[in-house]
């Protein structure tokens, strides 16, 4: 049995091994298909796993990015008011132009690196700078950053050949700013430029790349010009092309702000004073408004509406300084102070309209011998101490009146705080000085001499004017007693804020000082002006001394010379005689104002001052 159940086992090999051919032939294509079976699995694995870490753990990030990819909110810069003179012609205007902006979401850090290398030759701007404008927003916000603006032909074509192959690059037309006119009243319109990080802390609703003014009425009358931006929600390509409009928030163009300046007045203002360094200020005599603010040196406003360049910001640092608004700076006077000293003496009680004084060569105070221009005039009144313009008469009355006085009615006038610069929404200018012996002691730790009286008197020593204020101070003479208050816009001509102030002259004092002014035109130191080219004026030279230099020449006037209407200073300085150099300006934007004269015109001899 045993050797039966053997044989049966050894059958029961010999079949196995027999009947285990088939199986082993069978086998091959069942481990294909288990090894399969086993990589199709791991593969959808590793998909499952993808997809939940993708639709689970980043799938915010994801939808966001993906639906970034396909629909963009654009912003829409909206175009800056014009700035337009008092006639309605353009100082500052827009034209179209093309700037470059960046989709911060559309590439990672590193990518950016790569694009801002390839960017730079074309866009002319350094990959350190463009990286840093991408760092300066949240590299998840939808809005672009613009990188630059107004570019040229010769920036824009290569570019354009180019941008459809970079992702998240994109060349947009948009209005950018102009200046017709060049640097004409570039210290009165100032210039534009992009919002800076304090800019942009201070005013949270403007977009990236928003254009703001920086300087002069660009900056005081922002809010009025910048305008609001909008926005395009647009569905784009992989080629960032524009597919269709989903929605869109028009921009709200800036209001148009109108100037009280005078193109033509202007014009003609800053041609006369050519490269010499002074200022020009005209004015309406009834009402305060500015026609002319002209200073020299000065720039070139366009310069500001690109990128610029190191030469050019080298040749602003000028040591001219051409950003100094030299009409808001302080001068010494010097004899146009006549018409001040005039009327502290007459309001004072100590002299009268009719008071006469005998002048010389020269008069003595503690020692110091103090000069007149020539041998003396005789016995003289007000009238022929202003036509001429005698020092000694004036030194006579300065001294009797006294400084307190002087400086009293020097502020009445113009001269100082009253002359209400925050109407003109200026930045960096200055008041006058008037200082009395009590305001020499808290400032200069010095006492009064006799010798400050006399040199005040003539407007020289301490005293400074600036030439908006001389032209504020002759205004008062102009229209019968009232301190005007200078302004630039013409929305603010007649409003309660500007309108002007008596300041107390008695008739006479104005009559007085006004005959003598209209004297110095008709037969004295301003005859330049007197040769029939424009109706008979009035006015008041000026040489005002600088130690170690040349004299500053100044020049103060108003016309026409029985009705007036417009105010005038000038300053030129180093200049010499007020006569020579600053009386001729005055004249050519008098004629700018009044008209070509109709007649010939007879030369006139200058008598120097």
Do not use: C
Request: hydrophobic fraction near 40%; glycine fraction near 10%; charge should be neutral.
């Amino acid at each position: 049995m045993m050797q039966r159940q053997i044989s049966s086992l050894s059958g029961f090999r010999s079949g196995d091994k027999t009947l285990g051919e088939t199986p082993k032939k069978q086998s091959r294509p069942m481990h294909r298909a288990i090894v399969f079976m086993l990589v199709a699995t791991g593969l959808l694995s590793l998909h499952a796993t993808r997809l939940v870490e993708l639709q689970l753990v980043q799938g915010k990030q994801n939808r966001e990015r993906a639906e970034n990819n396909r629909v963009r909110l654009v912003p829409m810069p909206a175009n800056r008011g014009h700035i337009v003179d008092r006639k309605g012609k353009l100082l500052a205007a827009n034209n179209l132009a093309r700037s470059v902006y960046l989709w911060p979401r559309e590439q990672t850090p590193e990518q950016w690196k790569v694009t801002a290398e390839k960017l730079s030759p074309l866009v002319k701007i350094p990959a350190k700078e463009i990286l840093q404008k991408i760092k300066e927003v949240d590299p998840l916000s939808y809005r672009p950053v613009r990188i630059k603006q107004a570019m040229p032909p010769e920036v824009f074509v290569p570019l354009a050949e180019q941008v459809g192959q970079i992702r998240g690059v994109e060349v947009r037309p948009e209005a950018n700013r102009y200046y017709p006119e060049g640097s004409l009243a570039a210290h009165v319109l100032g210039y534009i430029g992009e919002a800076t990080a304090a800019d942009l802390k201070a005013h949270p609703e403007y977009p990236m790349g928003m254009i703001v003014g920086q300087m002069g009425i660009e900056a005081s009358s922002n809010k009025e010009i910048a305008g609001v931006w909008g926005d395009r929600l647009i569905e784009v390509n992989a080629q960032n092309q524009e597919l269709r409009l989903m929605g869109e928030t028009a921009p709200k163009p800036g209001e148009a702000v109108q100037l009280t300046i005078d193109l033509s007045m202007q014009k003609a203002a800053e041609k006369a004073l050519g490269n010499r360094r002074g200022s020009v200020v005209a004015l309406d005599v009834k009402t305060g408004a500015v026609l002319v603010m002209a200073s020299h040196p000065t720039f070139d406003p366009n310069l500001f509406t690109r990128k610029i360049t190191k030469d050019d910001w080298a040749t602003l640092q000028d040591e001219e300084d051409p950003f100094l608004n030299r009409a808001m700076q302080g001068y010494p006077p010097g004899s146009t102070f006549k018409i001040v000293t005039s009327v502290a003496g007459l309001e004072s009680g100590k002299f009268s309209p009719d008071s006469i004084l005998g002048t010389s060569s020269y008069i003595t105070v503690g020692g110091i011998d103090f000069n007149e221009h020539s041998g003396g005039y005789g016995n003289i009144g007000f009238r022929d101490a202003l036509a001429f313009s005698s020092n000694t008469f004036f030194y006579q009355v300065g001294m009797s009146t006294g400084p307190e006085q002087i400086s009293k009615w020097g502020h009445r006038l113009g001269i100082g705080k009253d002359t209400d610069l925050n109407l003109l929404g200026l930045s960096g200018g200055q008041y006058g000085q008037l200082p009395t012996p009590e305001d020499k002691e808290k400032i200069y730790k010095e006492p009064w001499y006799a010798g400050d009286t006399v040199t005040m008197s003539i407007g020289q020593g301490l005293v400074l004017v600036t030439p908006l204020e001389a032209a504020v101070m002759v205004s008062s003479i102009a229209n019968g007693g009232y301190r005007v208050k200078p302004h630039l816009l013409t929305s603010m001509t007649g409003t309660p804020e500007t309108q002007r102030v008596k300041i107390g002259l008695k008739p006479s004092t104005v009559q007085v000082v006004k005959e003598g002014l209209i004297a110095v035109v008709s037969e004295g130191t301003g005859q330049a002006l007197n040769d029939g080219s424009i109706p008979l004026t009035a006015g008041k030279t000026g040489t005002s001394e600088v130690i170690g230099q040349k004299d500053h020449s100044l020049y103060v006037a108003f016309g026409p010379a029985e009705k007036a209407e417009i105010a005038i200073a000038v300053i030129v300085e180093n200049g010499g005689f007020g006569s020579v150099a600053a009386a001729p300006i005055a004249k050519d934007v008098f004629q700018a104002y009044f008209g070509k004269p109709k007649t010939p015109v007879n030369p006139i001899v200058v008598t120097p001052e």
